[in-house]
């Protein structure tokens, strides 16, 4: 399933991973965008976040049906990133990451508020973490650590210009793009400590 921002109204794209030909369609005609989908193999559904006025929400969607069954509301909530974690732990980033049951939708954390929601999440099954790029509450971007199990925030690594990272569970060395500073502007990055000014690069962070 893909999710297509840009169209009025916003639609999920069908495709089948066998052929490759396009199944169908799903719109959205309350939603003022479409973001990150998930696959959740244990309940057979897609879960995609869509802000929408007045509430934001995560759509569940049968893909044999193309339709949605179920909406959870997040009030209050630009919705963004989601990621899946263990024991049906769906991992969502709003104003502030927050951890919810994806069978029922209640929220189980959203106590998290040392670091913001970012755009695209990761979880990390090699050491049960959630990593966000986004700032923290002095306005710097940082890299964020949060313990899945437990719903709380470990620690912030500045990473300036960083955003989307994922994770290789095999070392857990989660990786972050990081963008060329604007012309004429210092570089002060992380990529600049390697050698790497004005270029942009991919930072490894370990474990």
Not at 22 to 29: A, I, N, S, W
Not at 74 to 94: I, K, N
Not at 171 to 199: E, R, W, Y
Request: aromatic share 8%; hydrophobic share 40%; charged share 15%.
């Amino acid at each position: 399933m893909v999710a297509n921002n840009a169209a009025s109204p916003p639609y999920a794209t069908f495709i089948s991973a066998d052929t490759y030909a396009v199944l169908g369609k799903l719109r959205f005609p309350d939603a003022s965008g479409l973001e990150q989908p998930v696959w959740d193999s244990q309940l057979h559904r897609f879960l995609l976040t869509v802000p929408a006025a007045p509430n934001s929400y995560i759509a569940v969607i049968d893909p044999t049906k193309m339709t949605v069954t179920k909406k959870y509301s997040l009030s209050g909530c630009s919705a963004t990133g989601l990621a899946l974690g263990p024991f049906q732990r769906l991992l969502v980033s709003c104003n502030y990451p927050i951890i919810m049951n994806a069978i029922d939708g209640h929220i189980m954390a959203n106590n998290i508020t040392q670091v913001h929601g970012g755009d695209e999440i990761w979880y990390n099954g090699g050491d049960g973490r959630l990593y966000v790029t986004s700032t923290d509450t002095a306005g710097t971007t940082v890299l964020g650590a949060i313990d899945v199990e437990t719903g709380t925030w470990l620690q912030n690594v500045p990473v300036l210009r960083g955003r989307n990272p994922t994770a290789f569970e095999g070392n857990n060395h989660i990786f972050v793009p990081v963008a060329a500073p604007a012309a004429g502007i210092t570089d002060t990055s992380v990529c600049a400590s390697f050698g790497l000014k004005d270029t942009g690069c991919i930072a490894v962070f370990s474990h």
